[in-house]
């Protein structure tokens, strides 16, 4: 059974697509990367045993425009296993300071730092995307796509989804096939240089429970992108034009 195309337009006030090669401040890409797109969908409706999205196509529906902020930044990272235990009430709680206080921490050391970001502002796009089984499952595709075309229709999702950024919300509406679909803004971009294609291996699914001891997963992968007429089509992650890098043992 062949997968169908599943089509969300997708928008929001701010976006932030972090170039990996910048360390400190944040510059975004001029649009939406694979790894961010696909995102969305696993915000709405993800099954990482059973399948995983691939997206197909991109498309622009408004103007590149950036705006420069300048935000506090926490130093930590909370880590999934923390989460956990608080949640089972097996840990205190432990928060995250962002300003030293002697009388909390005893420390006056700050957990915070200030950065430059340029973000995109009121970006909008059409995003396609396919269910793509992994083996045993391909017998649930057609119930897989029912299920994310009901949520999706219905505006229901498992988190906020959100533009790079999680405070930068990302507001979904499903497209059905007979429904008129806005023109791409007109916009050529043809050098980007290498673009995040994905953070995880998806050649294979993903393992929740070994999130932290496999180093959370990170396979990166790259590839570059052209956007012409306001299209960016995106390879098959199997495709030679997505750089991967050697298959590491676990």
Not at 30 to 45: F, L, Q
Not at 60 to 69: D, F, N, T
Not at 196 to 202: A, E, G, K, M, T
Request: proline content about 7%.
């Amino acid at each position: 059974m062949t997968p169908k195309d599943q089509v969300l337009k997708v928008w929001g006030e701010l976006a932030c697509f972090t170039r990996p090669e910048l360390k400190v401040e944040r510059f975004s890409y001029p649009v939406i990367t694979p790894s961010a797109a696909r995102g969305i969908y696993d915000a709405i409706y993800c099954k990482p045993k059973e399948f995983r999205w691939q997206i197909t196509k991109i498309e622009l529906l408004s103007p590149l425009s950036y705006i420069a902020l300048r935000r506090n930044e926490v130093k930590e990272n909370v880590l999934v296993s923390a989460v956990e235990k608080w949640m089972n009430g097996s840990k205190e709680i432990v928060p995250i300071w962002a300003d030293g206080d002697r009388d909390l921490t005893g420390s006056d050391e700050k957990g915070r730092t200030q950065r430059q970001t340029m973000a995109l502002k009121n970006v909008c796009y059409l995003l396609h995307a396919e269910i793509r089984p992994w083996p045993g499952s391909e017998d649930r595709l057609q119930g897989l796509e029912m299920q994310f075309r009901r949520r999706a229709a219905n505006g229901k999702c498992i988190y906020q989804p959100y533009f790079g950024c999680r405070e930068f919300p990302a507001y979904f509406e499903l497209i059905e096939p007979d429904q008129t679909l806005a023109e791409p803004f007109s916009i050529n971009i043809g050098n980007l240089g290498w673009m995040l294609y994905d953070v995880f291996n998806l050649s294979e699914p993903y393992d929740l429970s070994t999130w932290e001891e496999n180093n959370h997963n990170l396979f990166i992968s790259l590839f570059k992108p052209v956007v012409s007429n306001g299209v960016l089509v995106v390879p098959p992650y199997e495709s030679e034009e997505v750089l991967k890098p050697e298959r590491r043992e676990r």
